[in-house]
C-alpha cells in the first residue's frame, strides 16, 4: 500500500531525515518510535503532503506521490491527525468534523461518515454544537481524529495521538485507534508512548536521529535488549 524509499527530508540546510525507507501493508496497523527530537513529526508530515522530500519516492498504491499537491494526497486517500490537534476553537464541533469532508467523493457521504464518527466517540454526541475550543484535550482529540476520519481516509496517520492527556484518555484513545484499523483502515501512528503504542501495532520501527535503526514486531523489538534500553526507554 505504501512504501517509502530513500527519503531525504530538510529544514534549509538542516537534515532532518536520512535514507529512510519502509513499507505498510493495507489493513496493517504500523507504529514509528523514538526519542524526542528523532524526526517522527518530520516523517509524518511528510507522508500527508505537508513538507516536501529534497530526495527519495513515496509510493502509494503503485503510484509516486512525491509531489503531488497535499490536497491531492488527500484525494488519494490519507487523511492526517496532527500533533497538538489544530481544530478551529471558535467552530463548533460539528463545522470542525465537517472541514474533514469537504472533497466531493467524502460530502456524499457525509451523514454516514458523521454517524461512524459518534459511534466511535459518543460523548461527541453532546457536544457537537459546543465550540472545539471549550472540549476537554481528550474530547479535542476525538474531534481532531473525527475530522481525519470524515475523509473517509484508506490510510490514517497519527502523530502523537497521547500527548498532554490522562492515562485513562490516552487507553480509550488507542482503544478507538485499534477499532478504526480493525475495520479496514490501515494506520501510521507515531508516538512517544512506547508501551501502547508497541500495544496495538503489527509491525514497529525505531527512528533515531532521523535514521530507521531497527525494524520488527513489538515482540521481536522488546526481546532485543539494547533496543529497549537505548529507543524505548523500557
Known sequence: MLE???????????PALWGVSFTLQPRELLC????????????????????????GRIDFDGRDISALPPHRWCEAGIALVPEGRRLFGSMSVLENLEIGSLLPAAKAKRAQSLQSVLALFPALKVK???????????????????????ARPRLLLLDEPSLGLSPLIVSEMFNAIRRVNA??????????????ALGVADRAYVLEQGRMVAEGTPDELMQRDEIRRAYLGV
Open 128 to 150: 457537537l454544537d459546543q465550540p472545539a475550543g471549550e472540549l476537554s484535550g481528550g474530547q479535542q482529540q476525538m474531534v481532531a481524529i473525527g475530522r481525519a476520519l470524515m
Open 183 to 196: 475495520e479496514g483502515t490501515a494506520v501510521l501512528l507515531v508516538e512517544q508512548n512506547v508501551s501502547m
Open 4 to 14: 517509502v524509499r530513500d527519503l531525504h527530508v530538510a529544514y534549509g540546510p538542516a
Open 32 to 55: 514509528v518510535v523514538g526519542p524526542n527530537g528523532a524526526g517522527k513529526t518530520t516523517l509524518i508530515n511528510t507522508l500527508a503532503g505537508v513538507l516536501r522530500a529534497r530526495s
